[in-house]
């Protein structure tokens, strides 16, 4: 596997990838995963296909634009929809790894997340209405 160190542009704290799966032409299929540094997160971005994060270790804090946090424990698994603007990552007091799907690397990236928005009320991914 191929360990990529992500770049700030795209994350807040440090944030580490395995490549598992890079598509080749006609796949378009990706898989990695992501390890974060307690508080590391991605910043708003969507995913013209969507995406679809398995949480492995830790809890995942898991947002759509406008919408509420969503923990997410190990063995849960979210999907995004195409061009949801969405932002995810680790609490500030542990790790977390994922696994993320999705297609093509047509990501468009977007600001960072701020320390308000990360800092906002969170609903478990199990007991949310």
Not at 20 to 35: C, L
Request: overall charge negative; some cysteine.
């Amino acid at each position: 596997m191929e360990l990529l160190k992500l770049p700030a542009e795209w994350f807040t704290g440090d944030a580490y990838a395995d490549v598992i799966h890079r598509g080749e032409e006609p796949s378009r299929m990706r898989a990695n995963m992501v390890r974060f540094t307690p508080g590391a997160r991605t910043a708003w971005h969507s995913h013209g296909l969507g995406q679809t994060l398995c949480v492995v270790e830790g809890i995942a804090l898991v947002q759509s634009r406008g919408g509420n946090i969503i923990e997410a424990d190990p063995g849960d698994v979210l999907h995004t929809p195409p061009g949801e603007q969405h932002r995810h990552g680790a609490t500030p007091d542990q790790f977390m790894t994922h696994l993320a799907l999705w297609e093509t690397d047509d990501a468009t990236r977007l600001e960072h997340v701020s320390d308000d928005e990360y800092n906002g009320p969170r609903a478990n991914a199990r007991t949310r209405p």
